[in-house]
């Protein structure tokens, strides 16, 4: 992390905050209100507020691309104008991998949105078109302890536009994804168990029941009642209900939600 | 994947170890003398019951070398002095003849041959009473009671699917909900319906997929919380599961724990240096130890588990 990182660390982390509340109640109520031009404008510290929009990256863009709220040229400045602030670490330094895959969804939203971020200055190694990769220390490989913790970090790219091995990998191991978020709940890591309960909400697996936690449902004829087989809904309910006041942790559950509901609401 | 021999000779290890120390702090589990029968205390009969569980499973399995099978000879043979040749189960089943825990007691002592021929009668006396089939308790507990029937020859109920249905396990419930009050009754429920691992099958398929699902996550959170005790419970559960995994890793994890005059801590509270004292909350995990690494290397050597495809990668 740089001095400029450094520096503006605590302002971020309350601007992380308040955004990440923003981004909630938008994806909940849906409509136009959301705006980050009005988000960084309305923050007591620009340094803050474009630190919270580098921090989230990708999920910064889930109200315009999940809850139907319009995305403007003066919001795409915003995003810009982090990314110049608080440019991502070189590849071959610690997390540069992983600045790297989320620059690439950072990059993949813009353009479902409607905007070019080929060339902006500070991504991370992001094309446009590129699929965010697997590198050293994203680990979608590995057993399910490690491979959910990876899993988890890359929480951004759990977005519709957004395509590459580690969605595909995601969608292969729903039941080791699972293993992690109940792993996380025992520990009460409720954000990590909310990062991957997004993930399972991403791609519901053809032929089942949407919002299925995989592992929890038993085979036809098995005896138990339909109502002791939990669904993602269950376990989104069961985190928000522990989880109150945690405006990461709720970010993340309302974009799990959207994700079920099936986006564009 | 093949049985890790690694894993094995670990679990072979740590089982002959813990034994070694039992049977140093055997005094310990003795039953205080000068006492009435029916002053005993609860903690003093479960502490030597577990000890003769574990000894008589270790001789069931008889995968012991000749030291620890001796050793385990020996405490199974103290222990059952200890409940006088069951004389002393007999006497508090008359005493309390509600009571269910000196028949299941002397249900351990059933499978190593030793018998006492008044409790079986008493005990089926009583099995035949109304007041048998209301007795409440916790549903892995009716199971408990259930496997010592089955003991004495007994037959099931024809409601046992339902009785099984009635527990934590049977309930199949959001695997995130279990905590250390229940992890205990989901071991003991696959304990007692499998018969300590021989009767895989005991275990309902539905029950076995669950378990197959959600084990190794309960096996990586103890593990990380070094709560040793129910580690090794769970360690044992997959033991009796048909397509058990035997967690290598995680093995050494549990082995690496042991004390190096082989007693198991029990990861929760600190063990005082003093054996005598450290017996108190630590006899338990020690116990554990034992059969969860004879349960390991006689499953290793079951021929059940070695054709093709037995055992998931």
């Given at each position: 992390?740089?001095?400029?990182?450094?520096?503006?660390?605590?302002?971020?982390?309350?601007?992380?905050?308040?955004?990440?509340?923003?981004?909630?109640?938008?994806?909940?109520?849906?409509?136009?209100?959301?705006?980050?031009?009005?988000?960084?404008?309305?923050?007591?510290?620009?340094?803050?507020?474009?630190?919270?929009?580098?921090?989230?990256?990708?999920?910064?863009?889930?109200?315009?691309?999940?809850?139907?709220?319009?995305?403007?040229?003066?919001?795409?400045?915003?995003?810009?104008?982090?990314?110049?602030?608080?440019?991502?670490?070189?590849?071959?330094?610690?997390?540069?991998?992983?600045?790297?895959?989320?620059?690439?969804?950072?990059?993949?939203?813009?353009?479902?949105?409607?905007?070019?971020?080929?060339?902006?200055?500070?991504?991370?190694?992001?094309?446009?078109?590129?699929?965010?990769?697997?590198?050293?220390?994203?680990?979608?490989?590995?057993?399910?302890?490690?491979?959910?913790?990876?899993?988890?970090?890359?929480?951004?790219?759990?977005?519709?536009?957004?395509?590459?091995?580690?969605?595909?990998?995601?969608?292969?191991?729903?039941?080791?994804?699972?293993?992690?978020?109940?792993?996380?709940?025992?520990?009460?890591?409720?954000?990590?168990?909310?990062?991957?309960?997004?993930?399972?909400?991403?791609?519901?697996?053809?032929?089942?029941?949407?919002?299925?936690?995989?592992?929890?449902?038993?085979?036809?004829?098995?005896?138990?009642?339909?109502?002791?087989?939990?669904?993602?809904?269950?376990?989104?309910?069961?985190?928000?209900?522990?989880?109150?006041?945690?405006?990461?942790?709720?970010?993340?559950?309302?974009?799990?939600?959207?994700?079920?509901?099936?986006?564009?609401? | 994947?093949?049985?890790?021999?690694?894993?094995?000779?670990?679990?072979?290890?740590?089982?002959?170890?813990?034994?070694?120390?039992?049977?140093?702090?055997?005094?310990?589990?003795?039953?205080?003398?000068?006492?009435?029968?029916?002053?005993?205390?609860?903690?003093?009969?479960?502490?030597?019951?577990?000890?003769?569980?574990?000894?008589?499973?270790?001789?069931?399995?008889?995968?012991?070398?000749?030291?620890?099978?001796?050793?385990?000879?020996?405490?199974?043979?103290?222990?059952?002095?200890?409940f006088r040749e069951g004389e002393l189960l007999y006497e508090l089943q008359c005493?309390?003849p509600?009571a269910?825990y000196p028949v299941e007691i002397y249900g351990?002592f059933v499978?190593?041959?030793y018998r006492h021929r008044k409790l079986e009668e008493l005990a089926l006396h009583l099995d035949?009473?109304?007041?048998?089939?209301?007795?409440?308790?916790?549903?892995?507990?009716?199971?408990?009671?259930?496997?010592a029937?089955?003991r004495l020859?007994?037959?099931?109920?024809?409601?046992?699917?339902?009785?099984?249905?009635?527990?934590?396990?049977?309930?199949?419930?959001?695997?995130?909900?279990?905590?250390?009050?229940?992890?205990?009754?989901?071991?003991?429920?696959?304990?007692?319906?499998?018969?300590?691992?021989?009767?895989?099958?005991?275990?309902?398929?539905?029950?076995?997929?669950?378990?197959?699902?959600?084990?190794?996550?309960?096996?990586?959170?103890?593990?990380?919380?070094?709560?040793?005790?129910?580690?090794?419970?769970?360690?044992?559960?997959?033991?009796?599961?048909?397509?058990?995994?035997?967690?290598?890793?995680?093995?050494?994890?549990?082995?690496?724990?042991?004390?190096?005059?082989?007693?198991?801590?029990?990861?929760?509270?600190?063990?005082?240096?003093?054996?005598?004292?450290?017996?108190?909350?630590?006899?338990?995990?020690?116990?554990?130890?034992?059969?969860?690494?004879?349960?390991?290397?006689?499953?290793?050597?079951?021929?059940?588990?070695?054709?093709?495809?037995?055992?998931?990668?």
């Amino acid at each position: 992390m740089s001095v400029a990182h450094q520096a503006a660390s605590d302002a971020v982390g309350s601007a992380v905050s308040a955004l990440a509340s923003g981004l909630a109640g938008a994806l909940r109520d849906g409509g136009g209100g959301f705006s980050l031009r009005a988000f960084a404008d309305a923050a007591g510290e620009p340094a803050g507020a474009l630190g919270a929009v580098r921090g989230l990256g990708a999920d910064a863009l889930a109200p315009f691309l999940l809850a139907g709220c319009p995305f403007t040229t003066a919001d795409a400045a915003v995003v810009r104008a982090a990314a110049a602030a608080f440019p991502a670490p070189p590849p071959e330094e610690e997390d540069g991998a992983l600045w790297a895959a989320r620059d690439a969804a950072l990059v993949r939203v813009l353009a479902a949105l409607g905007v070019e971020a080929d060339g902006w200055e500070g991504l991370g190694e992001a094309r446009v078109g590129s699929e965010p990769e697997e590198g050293p220390g994203a680990g979608t490989a590995g057993e399910w302890p490690a491979f959910s913790a990876a899993l988890a970090k890359l929480a951004p790219l759990a977005l519709p536009p957004v395509t590459g091995p580690v969605r595909r990998a995601a969608a292969d191991r729903r039941l080791d994804v699972g293993r992690g978020l109940v792993r996380a709940m025992l520990r009460r890591d409720h954000l990590t168990a909310a990062r991957l309960a997004r993930w399972l909400a991403l791609d519901p697996r053809p032929g089942t029941a949407p919002g299925t936690v995989p592992g929890t449902v038993p085979r036809a004829g098995a005896g138990a009642a339909p109502e002791s087989v939990p669904s993602l809904g269950t376990v989104l309910d069961h985190i928000a209900a522990l989880a109150s006041g945690r405006p990461r942790v709720l970010f993340e559950l309302a974009v799990a939600r959207r994700l079920l509901t099936g986006g564009n609401g | 994947m093949t049985i890790d021999a690694a894993t094995v000779r670990l679990a072979q290890q740590v089982t002959d170890r813990a034994l070694a120390w039992l049977s140093r702090m055997r005094s310990c589990f003795a039953l205080p003398r000068g006492v009435d029968d029916h002053e005993v205390r609860g903690e003093a009969l479960k502490a030597l019951s577990e000890l003769a569980l574990a000894v008589a499973l270790l001789r069931r399995a008889a995968v012991a070398g000749p030291d620890s099978a001796r050793s385990a000879q020996e405490l199974l043979d103290f222990a059952w002095r200890e409940f006088r040749e069951g004389e002393l189960l007999y006497e508090l089943q008359c005493y309390t003849p509600a009571a269910t825990y000196p028949v299941e007691i002397y249900g351990e002592f059933v499978t190593a041959g030793y018998r006492h021929r008044k409790l079986e009668e008493l005990a089926l006396h009583l099995d035949g009473l109304r007041a048998a089939r209301f007795t409440e308790q916790v549903p892995n507990r009716r199971l408990g009671v259930l496997a010592a029937r089955r003991r004495l020859g007994l037959p099931d109920p024809p409601d046992l699917g339902e009785q099984i249905r009635r527990t934590w396990l049977g309930g199949m419930p959001e695997p995130w909900m279990l905590d250390a009050s229940n992890a205990y009754g989901v071991t003991h429920t696959v304990f007692h319906l499998t018969d300590w691992g021989a009767d895989p099958a005991g275990l309902p398929e539905e029950l076995q997929e669950y378990l197959a699902c959600w084990l190794p996550v309960w096996v990586e959170v103890f593990a990380e919380t070094r709560t040793w005790d129910l580690l090794g419970e769970f360690l044992m559960v997959d033991m009796c599961l048909t397509r058990p995994r035997f967690y290598p890793r995680v093995w050494e994890r549990f082995a690496a724990a042991q004390r190096a005059d082989g007693m198991m801590p029990n990861g929760v509270t600190r063990p005082p240096d003093d054996p005598a004292r450290a017996f108190l909350n630590h006899h338990h995990p020690t116990i554990v130890a034992v059969v969860a690494g004879t349960l390991t290397v006689a499953r290793a050597l079951d021929p059940a588990l070695h054709g093709p495809d037995r055992i998931p990668a």
